[in-house]
């Protein structure tokens, strides 16, 4: 909500015109307001970008394919100039009349936490819609390359190369609305496409940044193509090859994967699966799986996928189908610090921002019956096929997409990153306590709170050397609803309501059923509830909550895998804020680079993650980016000669391999020279020599003040 009013206020994304606006001005707001060149008489808000395609928010307006990413640092820097505007205006929206128990949700520090970020949100946005769109134009390509070496296509891909036209041309901005899709979302307009994306408010829509893109036969009459976005979190369980998606009054299959055209150079984790204690852990490239029970998987990030027509919805089908999964999890080792809670002889924690993986390793049956870990998923087409499918019809499939396609598909997973406010009980004795304390703690909570039993998701956590499990209840939305905080004020009528609801089934079930804790959303975790259980153990630990002391926030002190990582120390913060002022702002902190084949040293070397990462040109095979390091030269870091020895041998191969790499030693961020001399390498990686000039010439960035 809060970019909602700043955006607003700075409402166009494109090269900037400002001026006071002198129209009538809107209630409680007023000040400066941010034209657009293009619609320079529509006004302050309704010149907004009204087609995706204005200043070619995709890409470079001069290139048919966008090739040039567009920048947002235009907005980062009027953001930077006029904060203190901003924060006045939101506050007065946001601060009269808020309940006074959530005045911390609308202190202004919180309000200027997310005015800043909102350039960056908005980047990642666009930088989503633009991945699409080079999918679609590589799909487009590959298929006619097909059609000219067979003549024509098979129905299937000619039906996938016209879904792949529709949608650059959605995202182009150029496709017209027909009469019947009055009613509904314009996924042409800026406004509808952030909402729907979770940037805006998306008034009602469900949103998320995974969509499935259902297409309806032609003659199924009355019906249309549509999109359905879920949050990677939920498409994790639900777009999954063999799982049944039920919309509009159809039934769907996940069928083809929009996977990136280079998704080889971006991170496919290795992880260690015990499907004996449910747990997953990233296991080292080259390393054998331990434990009882475990393997090793490859799993790919949650994306966008097409949807296969099956059926129309029968009015017989009394019970809809939803294939159990294996989603497990685990914590990365992050989070904004809470709260050390004392429950009767038990231990909670309250935590803000913590950050976890999820991993969806397989369909249950498919794991319980035929030890079969993944999905069978080709890594050329993104075609998929049902793991719950006949070993014959799996054969066919892979013995078929290796002629085709030149490379036999693989049985993988998919994972998903998200940072959530977390609710834990730690050191559970089994599943069945974990999962039966918490779902009754969260209907309990839905009977008290003003919440749907679903704006919280639990999630147990296995451990692979050890029987022990955490219970997590924790908060999907971005940012928070804040309804764990009033689980916590209200923690005594929650438990009461909790203990009411599984003490008094009106089926007087031995464990759990439709009328106690069983819903359709938790079906995969049926046999894990009992009511009986969870009564007995809260009636002993009771409704009281006591606050044992704060828990500092926890940053990686090394290394990480994290997609979205931000800075982690001074240095990397000083370093970011520099880029930022010299107009850099595509840069990507602390994302790991994946070897195609490990570097063999004392021990084998998988990865690396630079500080700073440039994507490159990704029409450009030989352009694989810009990474920068930044060194610090104690002798326990890159002073060390066994660990520079390392570095050096990683860089070496990063530069044979058509990357760019620039080394910063922590003492030259000090050092206007050292820096100029750095920034202005980085401008000619990345724009030319005219930009590497700009850079030279107009220091002002070293100060902290936006380069013009």
């Known amino acids: 909500m809060y970019c909602w009013l700043v955006a607003r206020e700075f409402s166009c994304y494109v090269p900037f015109v400002e001026r006071r606006h002198r129209d009538t001005p809107r209630p409680g707001i007023s000040g400066p307001s941010i034209l657009c060149p293009a619609h320079p008489k529509a006004g302050p808000v309704a010149c907004t970008i009204s087609k995706l395609s204005c200043y070619h928010a995709l890409g470079d307006q001069r290139s ?110 150029v496709q017209t609305r027909k009469r019947r899709e009055a009613e509904g979302v314009d996924d042409i307009n800026t406004y509808s496409v952030l909402a729907a994306e979770g940037f805006l408010p998306g008034y009602g829509l469900d949103n998320g940044s995974v969509v499935a893109m259902a297409e309806v036969p032609f003659w199924q009459l009355g019906s249309m193509d549509f999109d359905l976005p879920r949050p990677a979190s939920l498409a994790l369980r639900e777009y999954v090859p063999g799982n049944l998606i039920y919309a509009n009054g159809h039934r769907f299959v996940a069928r083809r994967f929009h996977r ?42 949650v994306c966008d996928v097409d949807l296969a027509h099956q059926s129309q919805i029968s009015d017989e089908e009394e019970t809809r189908f939803q294939m159990p999964v294996a989603v497990y999890g685990r914590e990365k080792g992050r989070h904004s610090g809470g709260f050390d809670l004392t429950w009767g002889e038990r231990r909670l924690t309250l935590r803000r921002g913590v950050h976890l993986r999820l991993v969806n390793v397989g369909s249950g049956p498919a794991i319980d019956e035929r030890q079969l870990l993944g999905y069978p998923i080709c890594a050329v087409c993104g ?83 050890r029987d022990e499990v955490d219970a997590l209840l924790w ?19 929650v438990v009461e309501a909790a203990v009411q609801l599984a003490d008094e089934c009106s089926s007087a079930c031995e464990h759990s059923c439709i009328n106690c804790l069983q819903t359709f959303r938790n079906s995969f975790y049926h046999r894990y509830l009992d009511r009986r259980l969870a009564v007995e153990r809260l009636r002993a630990w009771g409704g009281e909550l006591r606050v044992a002391h704060e828990i500092p926030a926890l940053q990686p002190v090394g290394d990480t895998h994290e ?55 990704e029409e450009d095979v030989e352009d694989k980016g810009v990474c920068i390091y930044l060194d610090g030269m104690s002798s326990s870091l890159h002073g060390d000669p066994r660990i520079a020895a390392r570095d050096r041998e990683i860089r070496t191969w990063l530069r044979n391999n058509g990357y760019q790499v620039i080394e910063i030693t922590y003492v030259e961020l000090d050092d206007r020279d050292a820096m100029i001399r750095h920034f202005r390498k980085l401008a000619k990686y990345l724009s030319g020599k005219d930009l590497a000039r700009e850079v030279s010439e107009n220091s002002t960035w070293f100060n902290g003040r936006p380069r013009k």
């Open 563 to 617: 997609l979205d990582a931000q800075p982690v120390n001074d240095g990397e913060t000083r370093l970011k804020h520099l880029l930022q002022a010299a107009g850099f702002m595509s840069g990507e902190f602390q994302q790991q680079i994946r070897f195609s084949e490990p570097i063999v040293m004392d021990h084998l070397i998988g990865s690396t993650t630079p500080d700073v990462y440039f994507r490159g040109d």
């Open 64 to 173: 048919q394919e966008g090739t040039a990413p567009f920048s947002i640092a235009p907005l980062g820097d009027v953001i930077t100039q006029r904060l203190d505007d901003l924060l006045g205006y939101v506050s007065d929206v946001f601060q009269q009349g808020w309940p006074e128990a959530d005045s911390d949700v609308t202190d202004v520090a919180v309000l200027r936490r997310h005015t800043v970020v909102m350039a960056d949100e908005l980047s990642k946005v666009l930088d989503r819609l633009r991945r699409r769109l080079k999918w679609a134009y590589s799909e487009m390509r590959r298929l006619e390359l097909v059609r000219r070496d067979q003549g024509t296509l098979d129905p299937e891909d000619d039906a996938h190369f016209r879904r792949c036209d529709r949608m650059i041309k959605k995202l182009k901005g």
């Open 383 to 465: 075609q998929s096929v049902s793991p719950l499918s006949s070993e014959r019809q799996i054969k066919s499939f892979l013995d078929g997409h290796q002629e085709r396609c030149g490379r036999r598909p693989d049985m993988l997973g998919f994972f998903a990153d998200v940072v959530a406010d977390c609710l834990s009980l730690p050191s559970c004795a089994d599943r069945t306590e974990a999962y039966s304390l918490l779902e009754t703690l969260r209907m309990g909570a839905a009977h008290v709170l003003d919440m749907h039993l679903e704006d919280l998701q639990i999630l147990v956590i296995g451990h692979v050397d």
């Open 475 to 493: 908060d999907p939305m971005p940012g928070g609803l804040g309804l764990l905080e009033q689980i916590r004020g209200s923690f005594a009528k």
């Open 260 to 301: 990136d055209p280079d998704e080889e150079r971006y991170e496919m984790p290795l992880f260690e699966v015990n499907t004996d204690r449910e747990a997953v852990a990233e296991a080292n490239v080259g390393g054998a799986a331990g434990g009882l029970g475990a393997t090793t998987l490859r799993a790919i990030s």
